[in-house]
């Protein structure tokens, strides 16, 4: 074989080699940045949740700390920004609260009677009804107040807010003078307040009523 013929030989075959090694390396990359891409897809939808529950979280811990004019907005913002949340009704029950305890009373009613809320509001629903209560005591709308509570023991009969919200009612009752509503409420006997008195008659509740 020639000098010259195996010089080019050589020459192919580094040419080929370097060849194979730039397109392998761009293969290479090429499988990287679709890893990669599709890392980012996935993690989408991680990342939008853990981003939701960090704001309900900052929301709920400035409620826990009373800090209510704070904790309104944030909940209002989450509220706007993540309607679909599982944690929407329970936002704004919190929201509601956070109002009732700067005084706004009007709003705080307006949430928590809002039919498209309430019929959202699943297992916090007797919580909606409980609360609009005491929003209303403290308006001094008593006779709204009152049918309020009353309206929960009959609606909710597995609620646990069921003799709190007798004992309010029949109390506000006693207000407005009303006493055939207000003995009719705790003298039933087979109504909440009797049945918590013969259950448990050391309750509270059941020595306050």
């Not at 529950?53 to 700390?65: G, I």
């Not at 009152?146 to 597995?158: C, H, I, K």
Request: charged share 20%; aromatic share 12%.
């Amino acid at each position: 074989m020639s000098q010259p013929f195996v010089k080019w030989d050589l020459i192919s075959r580094f040419c080929h080699c370097a060849t194979s090694f730039r397109f392998g390396r761009m293969a290479f990359y090429r499988r990287w940045l679709l890893v990669l891409f599709a890392l980012i897809l996935g993690g989408g939808p991680l990342f939008a949740a853990a981003k939701e529950q960090s704001a309900y979280a900052a929301a709920v811990a400035d409620f826990r700390s009373e800090m209510w004019s704070r904790a309104e907005t944030e909940f209002a913002q989450f509220i706007q920004k993540y309607p679909k949340s599982t944690n929407a009704p329970e936002a704004v029950l919190l929201q509601a609260q956070a109002e009732f305890k700067q005084g706004d009373l009007t709003n705080a009613i307006a949430k928590l009677t809002n039919p498209d809320n309430l019929a959202k509001a699943g297992t916090l629903a007797d919580q909606y009804v409980y609360w609009t209560g005491e929003a209303q005591f403290q308006k001094a709308d008593l006779a709204n107040a009152a049918e309020t509570f009353a309206s929960l023991a009959r609606n909710y009969p597995r609620s646990p807010l069921r003799l709190p919200a007798i004992v309010s009612a029949a109390a506000v009752y006693a207000q407005l003078g009303q006493w055939r509503q207000h003995d009719a409420l705790l003298g039933d006997a087979n109504g909440v307040f009797q049945q918590a008195a013969r259950l448990d008659p050391g309750n509270k509740l059941v020595v306050v009523g």
